[in-house]
């Protein structure tokens, strides 16, 4: 994968939005590709999208504030994922989402 950000694999991003309506979230400019990208990867593995968001949003939190995997000390993440998800956090922050 090499230096700076994480992959974030455009090619297999979905939208995680299936209603015709707008909402706060839409209005306020979407959820954070990271988000977007884990979340997406959730619901392959068999969660349902608003499980899978509100998990990949805790999963952000958790590693940005920690460094580890899901709060995990046996599971070390490099710079570049813990940065991927704080600024993933302070974009959901700054939007209040």
């Known amino acids: 994968?090499?230096?700076?950000v994480p992959s974030l694999h455009p090619e297999r991003r979905g939208s995680l939005n299936w209603?015709?309506?707008?909402?706060?979230?839409?209005n306020m400019g979407g959820l954070p590709a990271y988000v977007v990208s884990v979340a997406t990867a959730l619901?392959?593995?068999?969660?349902?999208?608003?499980?899978?968001?509100?998990?990949?949003r805790n999963v952000m939190k958790k590693t940005c504030a920690t460094g580890?995997?899901?709060g995990n000390p046996k599971s070390p993440v490099s710079p570049a994922i813990r940065a991927a998800c704080c600024a993933a956090v302070a974009e959901m922050e700054a939007k209040d989402i």
């Open 1 to 4: 994968m090499g230096q700076g």
């Open 19 to 26: 209603s015709p309506k707008r909402n706060k979230v839409e």
């Open 43 to 56: 619901m392959r593995g068999g969660m349902t999208r608003s499980h899978a968001i509100a998990t990949a």
């Open 68 to 70: 580890y995997w899901r």
